[in-house]
């Protein structure tokens, strides 16, 4: 079954379909849930999957600062309350979604049963990154979320993916679009000032997925890498031809690591 929530009395904005166990799908900057929506669909039949939409994304209104990891963090925690959600989650993070799972992880360790981080870092900002985020800024307050459609789709598709399925572009596009100018501006912020989260995956126990694509232009795959050697149990998926969307660019490979994943956490349960 799938239902789809947009009622005011829901923290967040989110779809949710399937049965237990519960899939969280955190999705990536400047975009919304409407990058999850093939595993919506596609993964109902492995898990429950949640899929909200961050302050300020989609159909999440930005609501009062303040704008940081912290914050969304604490809405998700809110998000799988409100839907009685007791057993710990699997956290898929996609980018932004990525730095927002390890810091749910850092507040509420005993919501987390494993983790994918998909097409992220670790690492905080540094100095001319922080910049750039103050000027992207800058830019989406005076020109609104279009910039962000000119600068960031043609990084987010692989040339081969966009040509293929013009409708993911599409979807992409609309997706930016959706996006607040509040929202835009707050996440990065957010993004800017982001904690370092090296050191929190040397605590992470449970099991963790990266998958990444070998074309990603935003963030490298060497990031990937350097995730995967800091970690004690988790897979490694380079998705060759991929740019910064794999669950859009190669829904079925993506798809698949996610079901492995489910299986290395039942394992791990089962011990
Ligand atoms: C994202 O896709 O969420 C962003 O590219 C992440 C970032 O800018 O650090």
Redesign the pocket.
């Known amino acids: 079954m799938r239902a789809s929530f947009r009622s005011a009395a829901s923290p967040l904005a989110h779809d949710d379909s399937g049965a237990l166990p519960t899939l969280l799908l955190l999705h990536?900057?400047p975009?919304s849930r409407a990058t999850w929506s093939h595993q919506v669909e596609s993964l109902c039949t492995h898990a429950r999957v949640i899929a909200p939409d961050l302050p300020g994304f989609g159909d999440t209104p930005a609501g009062q600062g303040p704008f940081d990891m912290g914050r969304y963090a604490g809405a998700c925690a809110e998000l799988l309350e409100h839907l009685g959600v007791a057993m710990p989650v699997i956290v898929v993070g996609?980018?932004?979604?990525g730095y927002v799972a390890l810091e749910l992880f850092r507040r509420h360790p005993e919501r987390v049963a494993g983790m994918m981080l998909v097409?992220?870092r670790a690492g905080a900002d540094g100095p001319p990154a922080r910049a750039a985020r103050d000027a992207a800024a800058e830019d989406v307050r005076r020109q609104g979320v279009g910039v962000l459609v000119n600068n960031m789709l043609p990084k987010l598709l692989a040339t081969s993916t966009a040509q293929a399925h013009p409708a993911r572009v599409e979807a992409v596009r609309a997706s930016i679009e959706a996006a607040s100018r509040e929202g835009a501006v707050g996440a990065l912020a957010a993004?800017r000032d982001r904690p370092d989260s090296t050191a929190t995956l040397g605590a992470i126990r449970v099991p963790v997925s990266i998958v990444h694509g070998t074309d990603d232009a935003?963030?490298p795959p060497s990031e990937a890498e350097a995730m995967h050697a800091a970690l004690r149990d988790s897979e490694l998926v380079l998705l060759e031809g991929v740019a910064?969307l794999p669950q859009m660019e190669q829904p079925g490979e993506f798809d698949a690591a996610v079901v492995r994943l489910l299986e290395r956490v039942r394992q791990a349960v089962s011990r």
């Open positions: 990536g900057f975009l996609h980018s932004m979604g097409s992220t993004m935003l963030i910064h």
